[in-house]
């Protein structure tokens, strides 16, 4: 099979391999399609500080199962998939208190250990979630940014009724919003700068703000009123807007910091001592949180087409990341096809 191999930043080598044995516990998936996120791209920069080379990237799947262990029960042959990339160690404290996605030697398919850009992957049946028949395989493969979405709004608690400020607009920023709104918040804005963005956003049914047009605190009390958003979520990852949270949150609110930060952040801890703020971190997503998110899609309330803005064959995963770093702000989510038939 061929195995697209990140071999140094920027630079991708495809080379034949052979296709590892099933395992009575695993199973083996012809890849449909593969997303590439925000971490991607720091890996092909060479900014992903947890990331050596080589590296086989690819985490946001959808597949078909083309083989199963003798073991295996939670999926079928034929049955469209996606996959939870961590591979974790199931005896420290967060894995055996529910917290797998916390694991202390947590290791994520594309970074730490071996990815899916390959044209068969065999894996962990367990890692396997079912999706409905008459999925996509593009959507299939936004189930993982949006089970990232699920965890980080479930890290507030029960949003039914309350409201809440996004800060970015990025697909990430995007998906908290609509999950948001789907999970019954009541009032929800994105601040963003691209225009591009703001756009999709709209698209997508959510209110906007525009912070370099716009005062975000006139914006802030004209949407949500005098006492503003019950809670923030920072989807950025940068100081800036860390800033802003921490500026525009009502006293004794919270905070969901979801943006990857590449730099230190530098925050006001006086502030937040002093507003009684509480900083809320999420990390990737568990099993309940793919499933929220195959619900959600499955009830119609989570927008993915106008998030979908490019698709390169596998052959042309270099080209995917070059039109990403031309087209930036208006390269939303960039899927790569796997398989050509499909």
């Not at 890996?43 to 295996?72: F, R």
């Not at 996605?101 to 065999?122: I, P, R």
């Not at 905070?255 to 971190?281: A, K, P, S, Y």
């Not at 990341?321 to 899927?335: F, G, L, P, R, S």
Request: glycine content about 10%; charged content about 25%.
């Amino acid at each position: 099979m061929k195995q697209a191999i990140m071999t140094s930043p920027g630079v991708i080598e495809y080379n034949e391999v052979p296709v590892p044995a099933v395992g009575d516990d695993q199973i083996k998936v012809r890849m449909k399609r593969i997303g590439v996120c925000g971490s991607d791209i720091h890996v092909n920069h060479g900014k992903h500080p947890y990331t050596s080379y080589p590296v086989v990237q690819g985490h946001e799947v959808s597949a078909q199962v083309v083989e199963i262990g003798k073991n295996v029960t939670n999926v079928k042959v034929g049955d469209k998939v996606t996959i939870q990339p961590q591979v974790v160690c199931g005896k420290c404290y967060p894995c055996t208190h529910g917290m797998y996605n916390d694991c202390e030697v947590l290791k994520v398919m594309g970074f730490q250990t071996t990815g899916m850009a390959s044209d068969y992957f065999v894996v962990d049946a367990k890692k396997a979630l079912a999706l409905p028949e008459d999925m996509s395989w593009d959507h299939g493969a936004m189930i993982e940014p949006l089970a990232v979405a699920v965890h980080a709004v479930r890290r507030f608690g029960d949003v039914n009724g309350k409201t809440a400020l996004v800060l970015g607009g990025g697909p990430i920023g995007n998906l908290v919003a609509q999950t948001l709104k789907a999970m019954g918040a009541t009032k929800v804005m994105i601040s963003e700068l691209s225009a591009y963005r703001l756009e999709t956003a709209e698209k997508c049914g959510i209110k906007t703000v525009n912070p370099s047009k716009e005062n975000l605190r006139d914006a802030i009390i004209s949407y949500f009123g005098k006492d503003g958003a019950d809670v923030i979520f920072e989807c950025i990852g940068i100081n800036p807007t860390m800033d802003q949270a921490i500026t525009y949150a009502r006293k004794g609110s919270d905070i969901v910091v979801v943006g990857v930060f590449g730099d230190l952040g530098t925050i006001n801890m006086g502030f937040i001592q002093d507003h009684e703020l509480r900083l809320i971190g999420t990390a990737m997503y568990r099993e309940e949180d793919y499933i929220k998110a195959i619900e959600l899609v499955g009830e119609g309330k989570i927008a993915f087409d106008p998030l979908i803005t490019h698709h390169f064959s596998f052959d042309e995963y270099k080209k995917a990341y070059d039109v990403i770093d031309e087209e930036k702000d208006k390269a939303m989510k960039v899927i790569i096809i796997m398989d050509e038939n499909d």
